[in-house]
Each structure stands twice: as structure tokens, then as C-alpha cells.
């Protein structure tokens, strides 16, 4: 059974930054895709960040240049780096792993961008 737990988020003023972490149980994170998805209130859940497995990266237009994603198959675990971080960043950020077809899903954390 696949399991993902995020951690790192939290209270940050804006313009402050923040680094998320998603580790993962199971064998088979080093051959599987990994996005970062936020959900603001009221809101659907959207895409942030996409890392393939030879490590190409997407992101969504409103966190270009600000957010970074990487992974770290040694240790099974995701990171999203977040600069500059602004209100509307204010969410619940989810991780996902994705494996012929398969997703699998973190229960979130909060991120809040507050002064």
C-alpha cells in the first residue's frame, strides 16, 4: 500500500518562503510522476508543479519563477521550495504519485500566507 505524507507548511508572511516535503512508503517512487495540487477555499483543486521521472519540470503560470519542484529518489520523498509566497497561495497542498495509471494521494497541508 502506497502512503504519502506532506509536511512543512504552516504561517508565513507574504513575501516569505517555505519548502514542503513529501515522503512516500513502497518501491516504486523512483518510476513514477509527482505533482504538487493546492485547493483554496471555495475553490478546485489545480495543479502547481509537475516532475517527470528523468526530473522535467512544469509549473502552473501563477507560481513561475517563484516555486520549485524537485525529488529525491534515494529517499522517496518530493519537495516543493516556495518563494516569494503571496496570499492567494493561501491553500491546502496536496502531493500525488502517479504509476501506470494509478494515483495516489497525501491528505494535504496547509499552507497559510498571512501578515
Known amino acids: 500500500q502506497v502512503q504519502l505524507v506532506e509536511s512543512g507548511g504552516g504561517l508565513v508572511q507574504p513575501g516569505g518562503s517555505l519548502r514542503l516535503s513529501c515522503g512516500a512508503s513502497?518501491?516504486?517512487?523512483?518510476?513514477?510522476?509527482l505533482d504538487w495540487y493546492r485547493q483554496a477555499p471555495g475553490k478546485e483543486r489545480d495543479l502547481v508543479a509537475h516532475?517527470?521521472?528523468?526530473?522535467?519540470?512544469n509549473y502552473a503560470d501563477s507560481v513561475k519563477g517563484r516555486f520549485t519542484i524537485s525529488r529525491d529518489n534515494a529517499e522517496n520523498t518530493v519537495y516543493l521550495q516556495m518563494n516569494n509566497l503571496r496570499p492567494e497561495d493561501t491553500a491546502v497542498y496536496y502531493c500525488?504519485?502517479?504509476?501506470?495509471?494509478?494515483?495516489?494521494w497525501g491528505k494535504g497541508i496547509l499552507v497559510t500566507v498571512s501578515s
Open positions: 500525488k504519485m502517479t504509476y501506470l495509471g494509478m494515483d495516489y
Open positions: 516532475i517527470t521521472t528523468a526530473g522535467r519540470t
Open positions: 513502497g518501491s516504486i517512487f523512483r518510476i513514477a510522476v
